[in-house]
Protein backbone atom coordinates (compact mmCIF):
# COMPACT_ATOMS: atom_id res chain seq x y z
CA UNK A 1 0.00 0.00 0.00
CA UNK A 2 2.69 2.53 0.48
CA UNK A 3 4.26 1.51 -2.82
CA UNK A 4 0.89 2.30 -4.29
CA UNK A 5 0.89 6.34 -2.10
CA UNK A 6 4.39 6.96 -3.47
CA UNK A 7 3.61 6.00 -7.04
CA UNK A 8 0.18 7.17 -7.39
CA UNK A 9 2.07 11.05 -5.81
CA UNK A 10 4.79 10.35 -8.73
CA UNK A 11 2.38 9.78 -11.40
CA UNK A 12 0.36 12.82 -10.35
CA UNK A 13 3.59 15.03 -10.68
CA UNK A 14 4.59 13.71 -13.73
CA UNK A 15 1.32 13.95 -15.82
CA UNK A 16 1.78 18.17 -14.83
CA UNK A 17 4.97 17.70 -16.58
CA UNK A 18 7.20 17.73 -13.58
CA UNK A 19 10.83 15.66 -14.90
CA UNK A 20 13.00 13.47 -12.97
CA UNK A 21 10.52 12.52 -10.14
CA UNK A 22 11.66 8.87 -8.13
CA UNK A 23 9.94 7.40 -5.29
CA UNK A 24 12.58 6.95 -1.99
CA UNK A 25 12.76 3.42 -2.82
CA UNK A 26 14.47 4.28 -5.82
CA UNK A 27 18.56 3.03 -6.12
CA UNK A 28 19.73 5.26 -9.10
CA UNK A 29 22.74 7.19 -8.30
CA UNK A 30 22.45 10.87 -7.95
CA UNK A 31 25.07 11.14 -10.85
CA UNK A 32 22.53 9.98 -12.90
CA UNK A 33 19.49 11.73 -11.74
CA UNK A 34 20.51 14.93 -14.06
CA UNK A 35 22.20 18.28 -14.03
CA UNK A 36 19.04 19.67 -13.78
CA UNK A 37 15.91 19.69 -10.73
CA UNK A 38 15.18 16.51 -9.82
CA UNK A 39 12.03 15.42 -7.13
CA UNK A 40 12.30 12.88 -4.52
CA UNK A 41 8.86 11.80 -2.98
CA UNK A 42 8.99 10.11 0.10
CA UNK A 43 6.99 8.56 3.82
CA UNK A 44 7.43 9.59 6.90
CA UNK A 45 4.22 8.34 8.37
CA UNK A 46 1.43 5.86 7.81
CA UNK A 47 -1.56 4.37 9.49
CA UNK A 48 -4.83 2.83 8.58
CA UNK A 49 -7.76 2.60 10.20
CA UNK A 50 -10.20 -0.71 10.49
CA UNK A 51 -11.72 -1.58 7.10
CA UNK A 52 -14.72 -0.74 6.09
CA UNK A 53 -16.49 -4.08 4.62
CA UNK A 54 -19.05 -4.00 1.35
CA UNK A 55 -20.64 -6.89 -0.42
CA UNK A 56 -17.84 -6.85 -3.22
CA UNK A 57 -15.19 -4.45 -1.85
CA UNK A 58 -12.91 -3.69 1.07
CA UNK A 59 -12.51 -0.17 1.92
CA UNK A 60 -9.62 0.91 4.03
CA UNK A 61 -9.11 4.57 5.28
CA UNK A 62 -5.67 5.41 5.76
CA UNK A 63 -3.38 8.95 6.68
CA UNK A 64 -0.21 9.45 5.57
CA UNK A 65 2.81 11.97 5.78
CA UNK A 66 4.09 12.27 2.29
CA UNK A 67 8.38 13.89 1.87
CA UNK A 68 9.16 15.50 -0.98
CA UNK A 69 12.45 16.92 -1.88
CA UNK A 70 13.17 18.95 -4.90
CA UNK A 71 16.97 19.12 -5.27
CA UNK A 72 18.21 22.11 -7.04
CA UNK A 73 20.70 22.20 -10.43
CA UNK A 74 23.87 21.97 -9.54
CA UNK A 75 24.58 25.86 -9.56
CA UNK A 76 20.96 26.34 -8.25
CA UNK A 77 20.16 29.59 -7.20
CA UNK A 78 17.82 29.55 -4.12
CA UNK A 79 15.11 31.64 -6.04
CA UNK A 80 14.94 29.55 -9.19
CA UNK A 81 14.32 26.43 -6.93
CA UNK A 82 11.75 28.35 -5.59
CA UNK A 83 10.27 28.91 -8.11
CA UNK A 84 10.35 25.77 -9.26
CA UNK A 85 8.16 24.29 -6.05
CA UNK A 86 5.37 27.31 -6.90
CA UNK A 87 4.93 26.82 -10.18
CA UNK A 88 5.45 22.84 -10.46
CA UNK A 89 5.31 21.00 -7.35
CA UNK A 90 2.28 22.96 -5.04
CA UNK A 91 -0.64 23.09 -7.20
CA UNK A 92 -0.24 19.15 -7.60
CA UNK A 93 0.03 18.76 -4.11
CA UNK A 94 -2.92 21.08 -3.55
CA UNK A 95 -4.98 18.97 -6.60
CA UNK A 96 -4.23 15.41 -5.91
CA UNK A 97 -6.87 13.12 -7.23
CA UNK A 98 -8.69 10.42 -4.68
CA UNK A 99 -6.65 12.04 -1.64
CA UNK A 100 -7.54 15.28 0.44
CA UNK A 101 -4.18 16.78 1.36
CA UNK A 102 -2.28 19.95 3.36
CA UNK A 103 1.27 21.36 3.23
CA UNK A 104 2.08 21.26 6.72
CA UNK A 105 6.12 22.12 6.18
CA UNK A 106 8.53 23.82 3.94
CA UNK A 107 12.06 23.41 4.63
CA UNK A 108 15.49 24.60 2.81
CA UNK A 109 18.81 23.16 3.38
CA UNK A 110 22.62 22.47 1.52
CA UNK A 111 23.20 18.74 1.26
CA UNK A 112 26.95 19.07 1.84
CA UNK A 113 27.17 15.52 0.53
CA UNK A 114 26.24 16.55 -3.14
CA UNK A 115 26.78 19.92 -2.76
CA UNK A 116 23.01 21.15 -3.31
CA UNK A 117 19.95 23.11 -2.55
CA UNK A 118 17.47 20.71 -1.17
CA UNK A 119 13.60 22.06 -0.66
CA UNK A 120 11.43 19.34 1.37
CA UNK A 121 8.08 20.05 1.56
CA UNK A 122 6.04 17.80 4.16
CA UNK A 123 2.21 17.51 3.86
CA UNK A 124 -0.29 15.12 5.24
CA UNK A 125 -2.69 13.11 2.57
CA UNK A 126 -6.09 11.00 4.09
CA UNK A 127 -7.33 8.68 1.38
CA UNK A 128 -9.14 5.11 1.10
CA UNK A 129 -7.93 2.49 -0.43
CA UNK A 130 -10.66 0.17 -2.66
CA UNK A 131 -9.79 -3.93 -2.79
CA UNK A 132 -12.08 -5.61 -4.66
CA UNK A 133 -12.81 -9.11 -2.83
Same mark, same amino acid.
Given at each position: ??????????? =??????????????????? =?KKGKNFFT????? *????? *??IYSEFTVF????????????? $? =??? =???????????????????????? *? $??? $??? +???????? $? +???????SVNGIRKI??
Open positions: MLTDVLNSIKN =ELIDAGVTNVYTIFDALPI =EIVGIS *SFETS *SPIPFKAEIEIKITA $R =ESG =ELAALYTYYDENIEPVINQLSNLS *S $RIS $RLS +LKHDTNIN $R +LVLNAGFER
